[in-house]
C-alpha cells in the first residue's frame, strides 16, 4: 500500500472532507470522466439484485443518491447512507436518505432485503468490518452488490488506464473541481485488496455464490453475493 495514504480515524476524516468539498460538482465530473459508462455501471448493479419488486435495499455511501434513483426506477424501495454532510445535500433522489456511517448502520439484523454500494470500497477505514455489517443487516437470501473502480488485466490495456485514471483524471478533476482530491482518487485504488482476495472476504463475511465480474474491459468491477 502506498505510504502517502492515510490509515483509520486520519482517513476517515480526509475522505469526510473530501467529499464535501467536491459534492457540489461531483457527479458532473463522474459522467464527464467515466464518459458516462457509470450510468451502464449502476444499471447493471441494481439488476444483479434480482430481488422481488417493493424489497427494502440500501444505498450505502450512496453520496447524492445515483443508486437510489436506479433503485427505485427498478421498483425496489431504496434508503441512501452516506457520512458527508455535502454529497448528501447535493442529493438529486427521491428515496430517504440517513447520515450515519456505512460501517455502523442504524438498522436491525436481517431486518434488510439487499444493500449496493457504489464506488465507495476504497474509501472506508477497512473493508472487511464493512462487509460483517453488511451481512448483519440483511436477512438470509438478501443479495449484495458492490461497484468499484479497477484495473484491467490486460497488460496494455492496464499501461493506458493507468495514465488516463493517474494523468487525465486529476488535470481534469482539478481544473473543475478540486485538484487534491482528484489527485487523491486514483491513488486510493491501491486501497482495494486484490480481486480474488475480495471474493474471498464477501465468502469470510457470509456472503454465499460470492462472484467478481470485470465491467468495460476491467476499469470497473461488480461483487456480488447472497447472504447465507
Ligand atoms: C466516490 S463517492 C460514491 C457515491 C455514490 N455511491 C456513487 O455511486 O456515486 C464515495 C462516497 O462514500 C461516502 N463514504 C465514505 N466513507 C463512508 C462511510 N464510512 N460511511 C458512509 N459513507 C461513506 C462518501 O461520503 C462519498 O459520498
Redesign the pocket.
Known sequence: MTAELPQGEAK?KA??AM?DAI?PR??ML?RLLTFGM?VGW?RKTVKSLQLSPGAKVL?????????CRELTKRGYRPVG????AG?LAAQRTTAPLVR????VLPFRDTSIDGIV????LR???SLKP?LVECARVLRPGGRMAL?EVAQPENAVLRWGHGQYFGKVVPLVGGLLSDRDAYQY?PKSVAYLPPPARMVSMLSESGFGAAARRPLSTGIAQLLTGTRR
Open positions: 476517515v475522505v469526510d467529499f459534492a461531483y457527479d463522474n457509470d449502476r444505498d450505502l455511501a450512496c453520496g447524492t443518491g445515483d443508486l447512507v452516506d457520512r458527508s454529497m450515519g456511517d456505512a460501517l454500494c457504489g464506488f465507495a474509501n472506508f477505514a464493512f461497484l482518487l
